[in-house]
């Protein structure tokens, strides 16, 4: 593995730092902005609606007067809610969605306007960057289950418990989905990683890979179908119940930047990064100046538009299916993924195999897995649906014999039985009763 040419990075000046900082903030938010009007817009048109179109030129000042108007909202905090953890939590939630561009490449080097400096297009950079991304994207997690802990509500909590589950398990399929890209490109700098696809995208050699991360990304974001945390017609309206007015604002913002963080991520370790697709690579000039913005910002936007059609088109999933998704599929196959680029990788250096007979080997095991993946699962489906659920007298016991949802509760079973059908329990709720028999 080459040593990290990190020559360009630590040298700026204070004050052009600032302005990079200033100048990625200030991107986030705009982006903010128009994501919101845009996915409205979107799923409007899949909907067969019209969506915002009012205020401003083809709506696009919607979200600015909706920001104004949570900033003007009343400020309520819940009597039983930690008011200091309760203030902290979107705090937790937004700073790590900045924080993590720190290290997104937007550009090569080019000339500073009005100075005789160069800079690179890239805030700062480090050996480790992609590791300081996904450690960064962790610390949001606190927010979200400190939000949920500290309103006072069980439901918040229970929303901020299976957010962090859901993040916790599908970024170890994140993780894993880059594993086969650092053995490539042999580093973990975005800046190197851009520099090695310069002939051909990760995307492309590293499928696999990408479509883990492309399923692990949703997951992360807690956006639809995986938008389980806030799963309102279960938990109300997730770990942000109990907030409102700036701080819920915070959570929104939170949310739109972390989409905009992983799709750049995705741009950066797949796409190429700023680099041109084909045609436009073809032009000499495609790759220098400030030209190479214009294309980062395309690719990420392609991703928004996935998260948007996916929200526009998928139901929801089970909670219980989402988890055993990632822990039952995803994960394995990341691992069984990085074992066959692991060995590509190290016969390919060493020189030994035919790469052709070893990519035919890979392509059998690969399909026998996909075999064992599909088939199998549902045998015991069936016999868990099939066997019968018996009670203490070993009759059989109906689950819902006293009504749907709400299964019975502990005590005597219904009219002294203890099976039912679900028609016989609502006309034996539904019959009068006598209030004189009643002791």
């Known amino acids: 593995m080459a040593a990290d040419d990190l020559s360009l990075f630590g040298t700026d000046p204070w004050w052009l730092v600032l302005i990079k900082s200033v100048l ?7 982006l903010t902005l128009f994501n919101i009007w845009f996915e409205r817009r979107v799923v409007a048109r899949m909907q067969h609606r019209i969506g915002p179109n009012v205020n401003g030129p083809f709506g696009l000042l919607q979200s600015l007067a909706d920001g104004v108007k949570l900033a003007l909202k009343e400020d309520i905090i819940p009597k039983a809610a930690d008011k200091a953890v309760f203030l902290l939590a979107p705090v937790l939630s937004t700073v790590p969605a900045f924080l993590a561009f720190a290290v997104i490449p937007f550009g090569p080097e080019v000339d500073v306007p009005f100075t005789d400096r160069t800079t690179p297009l890239q805030l700062t950079d480090m050996p480790v960057a992609v590791l300081f991304i996904l450690a960064v994207a962790s610390i949001g997690i606190y927010g979200i289950v400190l939000g949920g802990w500290s309103s006072g509500s069980t439901y918040s909590q229970l929303g901020g418990l299976r957010s962090s589950a859901q993040m916790i398990s599908y970024e170890v399929a994140m993780g894993l989905s880059l594993v086969a890209v ?82 750049a991520l995705a741009t950066t370790l797949f796409l190429g990064g700023w680099r041109a697709p084909w ?161």
Do not use: C
Not at 24 to 30: A, H, K
Not at 213 to 230: K, Q, S, W
């Open 24 to 30: 990625i903030f200030v991107l986030l938010v705009l």
């Open 182 to 263: 650092f053995l490539y490109a042999g580093s973990m700098s975005t800046s190197e990683i851009v520099a090695s696809q310069e002939r051909l995208w990760f995307g492309l050699i590293l499928i696999p890979s990408f479509v883990i991360y492309l399923i692990a990304m949703v997951g992360e974001t807690n956006r639809a179908p995986f938008d389980l945390p806030e799963a309102e017609g279960e938990l109300v309206g997730g770990f942000h119940t109990e907030y409102s007015s700036l701080k819920f604002a915070l959570f929104f913002l939170a949310e739109y930047v972390n989409m905009v963080t992983v799709s």
């Open 279 to 439: 045609p436009l690579s073809l032009w000499d000039n495609a790759n220098e100046g400030f030209w190479p913005v214009l294309w980062f910002i395309a690719k990420v936007m392609i991703f928004i538009f996935i998260f948007i059609w996916l929200r526009g088109t998928l139901p929801r999933l089970r909670y219980d299916q989402f988890m055993k998704f990632g822990w039952k599929r995803l994960i394995p196959v990341a691992l069984v993924w990085i074992v066959a680029v692991a060995t590509i990788r190290a016969i390919s250096l060493e020189g030994g195999i035919d790469r052709s007979y070893l990519l035919a080997a890979i392509g059998v095991v690969a399909v026998l897995f996909l075999v064992l993946f599909f088939v199998g699962g549902g045998v015991e489906e069936d016999e868990e649906a099939g066997r019968e659920r018996v009670g203490a007298d070993g009759e059989a016991f109906d689950a819902f014999a006293s009504g749907y949802p709400v299964p019975p509760m502990p005590g005597p079973a219904v009219q002294g039985r203890t099976s039912v059908t679900l028609r016989e329990a609502r006309q034996d709720i539904a019959r009068p009763t006598d209030t004189r028999e009643q002791p």
